[in-house]
């Protein structure tokens, strides 16, 4: 098995901003995984992102979720970085660096 780095783009997740307002945002989130191909390295992290309670606490809607990069990350576990969550909010240009720094 390999590991591997994997980023997640997150589109469309209503969450609640104070009791009454509502607020559309996207994310990115970094996942290191271990896994046999890329593909499943994909699909592990999805299945991760999904479970995580963040995310589960703050949605009012799910987000729709889709695998933006997979790497190959060398070197001891214990050098890795937490895995993040950037969020931008909706209507912002996602692609255009808003998710450039997450990790």
């Known amino acids: 098995m390999q590991t591997f780095r994997v980023l997640v ?3 469309g997740m209503v969450v609640r901003r104070w009791l009454v307002l509502r607020r559309t945002v996207g994310f990115y ?3 290191l995984v271990e896994a046999e191909s890329d593909a499943a390295a994909g699909d592990r992290a999805l299945s991760e992102l999904r479970g995580d309670p963040r995310l589960a606490l703050a949605a009012i809607r799910a987000p729709a ?7 190959v990350v060398d070197g001891p576990p214990a050098t890795w970085p937490e895995p993040g969550i950037v969020f ?3 209507g912002a240009d996602g692609g ?3 998710g450039a720094g997450a990790t």
């Open 9 to 11: 783009h997150g589109e």
């Open 96 to 98: 255009a660096g808003a």
């Open 88 to 90: 931008y909010p909706a």
């Open 29 to 31: 989130a970094t996942r």
């Open 65 to 71: 979720l889709a695998v933006e990069e997979v790497e």
